[in-house]
């Protein structure tokens, strides 16, 4: 490997918006904040809760009804 070209590697702290789950991993950032960790994702919970941050179901809902009206 060349020298001074690669990013200083750092163990990042992760922290999770959902659940507030912590945990420590090896990255090039020292800090991650993630909306959704392997704790709570619904695919690897098999729970079915679905977690909107943006609003973005809802949209969907009012755009599917002005389909079905119409």
């Known amino acids: ?39 709570c994702h619904p695919f690897y919970t098999g729970k079915q809760t679905i977690i909107d941050t943006a609003g973005q179901v809802e949209r969907f809902q009012k755009r599917m009804e002005r389909q079905v009206r119409a």
């Open 1 to 39: 490997m060349k020298p001074k070209i690669h990013p200083k590697y750092h163990q990042a702290h992760v922290v999770c918006g959902s659940c507030a789950t912590e945990y420590t991993i090896g990255s090039t950032r020292e800090e991650l904040r993630v909306d959704v960790c392997a704790n």
